[in-house]
């Protein structure tokens, strides 16, 4: 029989070690600071940061922000026109460049997704191309990992000017990874803790909400986005550097020599009064004056164009699913059957209210560039009864000196909603001079099915000498 004095003593050494232990609790660890981001620029291609790096140079020496980049793509894709190196080389190469570029600014996180470099104009090529569902995970993980309050990123959308797959593609991941990083049942390996001491595949991340989304945009008619976002001045002289904010832009851009080595050997022989000549000519400069960062959807209040970090720290007024309104950028629906522009076009149509863009400006019209002399492709997509096959039959109205391409104008249309089918046109091939001159026109396709009309597209089409092709 055990004594009784051991049971008691036993029970006390118990008690103790209990009471020691509620006193003393295990410390949880904190997120790591050191990749907290306030602002988190993701962009297709290095030397793409150029979008933004004026006003991120404000924001890490005149905001006292932080800053952090993602990449999309190594940049394998075109021509070195410094060196011999080509695709991965290349690749590899660019990664540095990025990363030196990044780091003349004083950043110093920088992450590459792992889309590839994929030259064309639509969005629904490069997304495939990446890998969509891997990347918008990786970049999802990201998100959790930097924690930003603001995003800035590219347009997604296709304008005159502005039409790279790979920049529209990286603005949709975007917007997907803004309204899924905030939602624990989104990626939950990435906000499991550890199971055990080794544990290799949980990340142990939390969710997280950013607040805001801004993107850039080249299209060749900037106006059309005044008065959609915040505004500053790339001119402006920084308080704390004594120098216009292009100038270190301008600086950081030099970097990437595989990619402009003329223009930056031009850049480094430039005087200062030079530079600023340069950037002061409208045509010239590198950054409007002054620059609008293009407002893309919100969860906190606020209107479009109040400053940058303005409510950041407001509990979320709406669900990341949603922007500040609704809308629905395609307009009401006409009875069946319908016709409407297919490919990137559709998508978009769905895109923009599905995720709540309803403040991005698109193109009144749909617009596009083609390189003068090759074939546009209009793709169509026809709703209409699903009982029963269908006969349709398409119109072609053609700018002078334009002509309908291969294929036909006639289809019997499958027993099913709706159907995609394509007309091809042959642009003229221009003069140099001709092309100098050359301005949108429209290309017209109307469509009957089953000899009732079901409406028509327009898409404005532009001839350039040079032009990314249309799809992969």
């Avoid at 070690?17 to 990749?35: F, I, L």
């Avoid at 803790?193 to 989304?213: F, V």
């Avoid at 550097?241 to 402009?260: E, V």
Wanted: charged share 25%; aromatic share 8%; with cysteine.
């Amino acid at each position: 029989m055990k004594p009784v004095w051991k049971s008691v003593l036993a029970s006390i050494v118990c008690l103790a070690a209990t009471r020691g232990y509620a006193q003393t609790p295990q410390k949880v660890n904190p997120p790591d600071d050191r990749y907290k981001a306030d602002i988190l620029i993701v962009v297709a291609h290095p030397d793409d940061e150029a979008f933004f790096t004026p006003y991120a140079v404000k924001a890490l020496n005149d905001m006292h922000k932080s800053v952090a980049v993602i990449f999309s793509t190594r940049g394998g894709s075109g021509a070195n026109r410094f060196t011999r190196e080509r695709g991965p080389a290349m690749a590899n190469e660019r990664e540095i460049e990025a990363r030196e570029a990044c780091a003349k600014l004083g950043i110093k996180n920088v992450w590459f997704l792992d889309g590839k470099d994929s030259a064309s104009q639509n969005v629904l090529d490069s997304l495939s191309s990446w890998g969509h569902g891997a990347n918008l995970e990786k970049l999802v993980g990201l998100i959790r990992l930097t924690r930003p309050e603001v995003i800035m990123t590219h347009h997604p959308g296709i304008f005159v000017g502005e039409d790279h797959g790979d920049h529209q593609a990286t603005g949709v991941l975007v917007v997907e990874a803004f309204d899924l990083a905030g939602n624990p049942a989104v990626f939950p390996a990435q906000l499991s803790g550890d199971m055990t001491h080794y544990e290799s595949y949980l990340s142990n991340l939390r969710p997280w909400q950013a607040k805001k989304i801004y993107v850039g945009s080249d299209a060749d008619d900037g106006k059309q986005f005044d008065g959609s976002g915040p505004t500053y001045s790339p001119r402006e002289i920084s308080p704390s550097l004594k120098k216009p904010y292009w100038r270190p832009a301008i600086d950081s851009a030099m970097s990437h020599r595989t990619q402009f080595p003329d223009f930056i050997d031009r850049l480094q022989k430039m005087s200062d009064a030079e530079l600023e000549k340069m950037m002061s000519d409208p045509d010239t400069g590198w950054w409007g004056d002054p620059s609008t960062l293009i407002f893309a959807k919100s969860v906190v209040g606020g209107a479009p164009t109040d400053p940058v970090f303005a409510h950041v720290e407001d509990k979320p007024v709406s669900p990341a699913s949603q922007a500040m309104n609704s809308c629905d950028p395609a307009g009401p629906k006409s009875n069946l059957p319908r016709v409407q522009l297919g490919g990137p076009w559709e998508f978009y149509s769905h895109f923009y209210p599905d995720h709540g863009l309803c403040q991005l400006r698109i193109a009144k019209v749909p617009e596009i560039v083609v390189k003068s002399g090759v074939t546009l492709i209009v793709p169509l997509v026809i709703e209409h009864d699903a009982s029963k096959t269908a006969e349709l039959s398409l119109s072609v109205k053609l700018p002078e000196g334009w002509k309908a391409g291969p294929g036909p104008l006639k289809f019997t249309l499958p027993a099913e909603a709706s159907s995609a089918v394509a007309v091809h046109v042959d642009t003229p091939t221009l003069s140099s001079d001709d092309l100098k001159k050359a301005k949108l026109q429209e290309v017209r396709v109307s469509a009957e099915v089953d000899a009732k009309p079901a409406g028509e597209v327009v898409l404005r089409v532009t001839l350039k000498a040079t032009a990314l092709p249309q799809s992969l």
